[in-house]
């Protein structure tokens, strides 16, 4: 249960398939240190092209460089973030608001942190929180750069969240995952059924977690970087069945509509209204976003 | 640490108002609200001031770029030299387009947006031809911190 033909034959199964697909690099405008015009005038200058990404708020495809952008000063000022173009799309559905405490549960390496925090132009709380101690680093690094002053990042699985005492508006569960083969060129190499099923069962344990330190009437953002359906929607049908949660339909005009049938097994419609992003048809990574409200 | 790193480059109180506190060796500037959560260990918290280690100090770029809008004692930099800087690399005459301070001064390095990248410390007077400022912090620490991990 492995290797490129056994992956290829579930995605066809599911209605995907595996493409090649060389990623553009992309950046988010941090909204908190310039605006959109002056850095594009700026790197315009320095000879990069920029294209809008057409289904986010401040993100713009790098068309050509000369220079790795992940190392000039513009970068190092905090006025971009470099962040996948669907990666970009999970805290635009959550929609922070500046007087709200959000919980980002599995912060590294900080993209969402930071893009959380600018939406909430740097009011109201995050509480960051991340497990391994030697990606916390890196979000720390980005919190600072990107002149974040409205977040607290501890050192803490998002499993013992109870403990942090706090109960928030709403959550984003960014999940550990298996994740997809556009991002990983080894990742057929690497990936087995055993694997998956073991992120699975560390991702309903976040849920459940989160889920109870979620408001009543709160929102929880579910996304993964995965193209398994058992990291997905059949989580997200153990969540329907499970939790005190029901699920809301995500508006994007991009991804496909949640699978409501898996190798034959039906799922509950509402699966319908979270979104899938097969490569082939998006030319992003592999992603998949859950938009539910707690009851 | 933190108000005698502030006192090199001036004699304004520029952290007036701000409740500091001191994480792991860290400074932060913090709210009312987020005092409360320091007794939990943050690793992170408010505004990030800077790190201490042994004897030294190692400002934020928020504190460094407060610091060059209210410091007299800065020099700024031409592109070539903004980009060897960021680099760790010490500055020669050439890179220096505003000269300003005295051998055994610090000063904030600037780039021509007005920008701070770091400081350093004039070892030679402005028209010599080997070094003049020794880069003792610039911002491309952000990429050797990531480096290392």
Redesign the interface.
Known sequence: MEGMKFFSDRYEALGGKIVPLALKDSIRVNTLKTSHEKLIHRLNKNGVILNEIPFVQNGYFVERSKFSL??I?EF???YYYIQEAAAQIPVEVLDPKPSEIILDACSAPGGKTTQIAQHMKNKG?VI?L?KKP?R??????N???C?I???????ADAREAHL?GMIFDKVLLDAPCSGNYVTDPSWFQKRTMEGINNSVQMQRELLKAVVAVTKKNGLIIYSTCSLEPEENELNMAWALKELPVKLEKIDLPIGDSGLTNVFGKELPKEISYCRRFWPHKTNTQGFFIAKLRTW | MVKEFVKFFTKKNILEGMDIALVRGEYY?VTS??RK?LP?????????LGRRRGKDFFP???LLNLLAKESEKKISINDKG?WLF?CGRDLFAKSIVVKHGAIGELVLVL?KYE?C?GYGSIIAKFNAEHTVVKNLFD??D??R??RK?
């Open positions: 992940g190392a000063n190092l000022q905090g709380m960051a991340e030697h916390i680093i890196s979000v720390k690094s919190l600072e750069r002149g002053t409205n977040t607290v990042l501890f050192p942090s | 500037s609200e987020q959560l939990k260990s943050p690793f992170y918290i408010g505004q990030y934020s770029l928020f903004e960021i780039n920008e990248l911002i491309g952000f990429l911190r990531e991990n």
